[in-house]
């Protein structure tokens, strides 16, 4: 069983920095593609960012000039730096990641990490 362990969340005041990590417990390598998603209360799970195995990255408008997507092969682990954060940025931010064997989709969560911005 794939397990994604994901760290670096807490509590910074708006134009702080956060930087996000998500261990994985198999090579991420032979993940297609990792992402970090975030869930705000009352709202659905949305795309951050993602990553491909080509280092190709895809950001949600929100994101994009703040955030970057990133992983180290090495330590297997996928990280997003956050600067410039907001109180909208206030979310439970979760790290994915999907592997294709032949014909079949299979899709990996970590279990989350609360991040808060607030004065």
């Known amino acids: 069983q794939v397990q994604l362990v994901e760290s670096g969340g807490g509590f910074v005041q708006p134009g702080g920095s956060l930087r996000l990590s998500c261990a994985s417990s198999?090579?991420?390598?032979?993940?297609?593609?990792m992402g970090w998603y975030r869930q705000a209360p009352g709202k659905q799970r949305e795309l951050v960012a993602e990553?491909?195995?080509?280092?190709?990255?895809n950001y949600s408008d929100s994101a994009k000039g703040r955030f970057t997507i990133s992983r180290d092969v090495s330590k297997n682990t996928m990280y997003l730096q956050m600067n410039s954060l907001e109180p909208d940025d206030t979310a439970v931010y979760y790290c994915?990641?999907?592997?294709?064997?032949?014909?079949?989709?299979?899709?990996?969560w970590g279990q989350g990490t609360q991040v808060t911005i607030s004065s």
């Open positions: 994915k990641g999907l592997r294709k064997i032949f014909a079949t989709r299979y899709e990996y």
């Open positions: 990553i491909s195995r080509a280092d190709e990255t």
């Open positions: 198999i090579s991420i390598s032979i993940i297609e593609t």
